[in-house]
DNA sequence: CGATGTGAAAGAATTCACAGCG
DNA sequence: CGCTGTGAATTCTTTCACATCG
C-alpha cells in the first residue's frame, strides 16, 4: 500500500538572473554579506515550501495563535519537521529553543526572505475561463499580488468587466503593461498563440512570467518563467494510480 | 548557449514511502511492507519529465515528423540530452543507435509507462470560473482524460451547462462519482470547504485527486494527492525577481 | 560513423542525530 | 527538560563519458 503521496511541485531549475555568474570566482574577500538581511541563496526546493509554510502561519494567525514548534507547523504543512527546521535555517534562527516559532515574527521573516514585502503587479493575459478565474480569485490580493490588467485579443471580449477590472485590448499590451508597472505576467492563453505573446511580454521588459499554456516556451536568459500545466498534473496521478491498482505482477 | 530559465515543477516530494503516513509521527510499528516490489519505478522527477516528452512527441507527429534524436527532443522539452535519454531509460530501450527515435512508437511506449492506455474518467467539484475553465480546457480529452462531471453546491448554478455537461449536485456527489465510474478527481473550490469535499470524495472510493484549493489537505495513505497553486507559483516568481533585483550590492 | 543506453561521478535534497541554548 | 539549529550521513538527481550496436 502506497503511503501518502502528496506530492506538491517545486522548481528545479535554477535561476540564473541575468549575469548571475556569482559563486565560483571571486577576486578576493568572502560573499558581500549585506549588513540588514544576509541575501544567500535559498534552494529552489526550500523555495517552494517556505510559501507553504507562509500560508500555514497566515492561517495560524487568524486562528489567534501565537506560537508553533517546528513539529506542528510541519503537520500542517505535509513536510516532515526536520525538512521544516532545515528550511528555516536558510531564512535564518528565528526560533526559540525548547519553545518554538512566534507565529506573526516568523511569518514576517520568511515574506520578507521572498521578496513578498511589497506589493507585485500582475497583468493576465488571456480572458477566457481561465483568465478570468485567475483574476478574480481572491488568494491574489490577500498575499501580495495586485491584478492591475487583462488582456484578449478578441474584441469581442474587451471591455467585459473582470471582477473590477475592465479587459484590455491585446493590441495594446505595451503601452498597458508600462503604465501600469507590471513586473509579472500570468499567460492564460492557448498553445499556438503562446510563445508569440511571450516574445512580446518579454520584449516589454517582464522578466517573471506565469504560464498555463501547455506548451514549452523558449525564453531568453535573465527572464524567469515557471509553467502550470493540469494535463501533466493528471497524467502524473494516471502514473501513480495505474502503479497503485497492479499490486501484484506475480510473475 | 541557452540561458533559458525556464523552471518546470517536478515532483519533489514524493510518495511518502510506504506507510510513513505523516501524522504525529508516533511511530508504531513500522510496517515493512514492501511487498509487491515493482521492479520497474520510474523516479518521480523522471515521470514530470516524461509526460513533458510526450507533448513534445505528439506535437511531432501532428507536424508529421517521424523520427527524432535525443538531442532534438531534448531541446524542445527543455532538458538535457543526457537526461532525457537517462529518462527513457527508466521506460525501456526503444531508440535506435545511430539513429535516433521513432516518434509514434516511443510515445505509445511512453504512454503505456505512465498508464494512460485507457481514459480516465475526471471529475470536477466546483463549478466555479475555474472549474468552468477546467471542464472547457480542451487539453483532457485529447490526453486520455474525460471530464465525466463537475459539480457545484450552489443551487443556482446546478443545472447549468458547462461544456457539454450539466452541473450536477454536490449532494449527490457519491452516487454521481459511482454512476459515472469517475477514478480521479479535480478540486476547483474554496479553501474552506475543501477538506470536507474531499474526504467525501476519498470516502466515495477515489484515490486520485488534484486539488487547486490553496490549503494543505489531509488525506489517508493510498491516496494519491497533487496540488497545484496559482498564489504559490507566483510568489516563487517574486523570490527569484527580488533576487535578481538585488544583483549586487557591492558599493 | 553516430546516436543510444548506461555505469560511474558529481551534485542536491532529505533525513538523522545530537549539540546547544532558553 | 524540550525544541531549535545544524553538521554528517543518506538518498535521490543530474551530468559525464564511453562502450555498444545499428
Not at 63 to 77: F, H, I, K, N, Y
Not at 173 to 180: D, G, I, N, S, Y
Request: glycine share 10%; hydrophobic share 45%.
Amino acid at each position: 500500500m502506497e503511503g501518502i503521496v502528496t506530492s506538491l511541485d517545486s522548481s528545479p531549475q535554477a535561476v540564473q538572473g541575468a549575469e548571475n555568474a556569482q559563486g565560483t570566482s571571486r577576486g578576493h574577500g568572502p560573499q558581500p554579506v549585506h549588513a540588514t538581511e544576509a541575501a544567500k541563496q535559498i534552494p529552489p526546493a526550500a523555495v517552494a515550501r517556505l510559501t507553504i509554510y507562509l500560508r500555514a502561519l497566515n492561517t495560524l494567525l487568524s486562528d489567534g495563535v501565537e506560537r508553533v514548534s517546528s513539529e506542528s507547523l510541519a503537520e500542517a504543512s505535509g513536510v516532515s519537521s526536520s525538512t521544516l527546521r532545515k528550511d528555516l535555517s536558510y531564512v535564518g534562527s528565528y526560533g526559540t529553543r525548547g519553545v518554538g516559532y512566534e507565529v506573526q515574527y516568523l511569518s514576517r521573516h520568511i515574506s520578507a526572505a521572498l521578496g513578498l514585502t511589497h506589493d507585485w503587479k500582475v497583468a493576465i493575459v488571456g480572458a477566457g475561463n481561465l483568465g478570468k478565474a485567475l483574476a478574480r480569485y481572491g488568494g491574489f490580493e490577500s498575499r501580495g499580488f495586485d491584478v492591475v490588467a487583462i488582456f484578449d485579443a478578441d474584441q469581442m471580449v474587451v471591455g467585459n468587466e473582470v471582477g473590477w477590472l475592465r479587459v484590455s485590448d491585446a493590441a495594446d499590451m505595451e503601452a498597458v503593461l508600462q503604465r501600469t508597472g507590471a513586473n509579472m505576467v500570468v499567460l492564460a492563453l492557448p498553445a499556438t498563440v503562446a510563445q508569440a505573446v511571450c516574445d512580446r511580454v518579454v520584449a516589454a521588459g517582464v522578466h517573471s512570467i506565469l504560464s498555463f499554456a501547455p506548451v514549452m516556451l523558449q525564453v531568453p536568459a535573465g527572464v524567469n518563467l515557471r509553467k502550470v500545466d493540469m494535463a501533466t498534473e493528471l497524467q502524473i496521478l494516471a502514473y501513480h494510480a495505474q502503479r497503485a491498482q497492479t499490486p501484484d505482477q506475480t510473475a
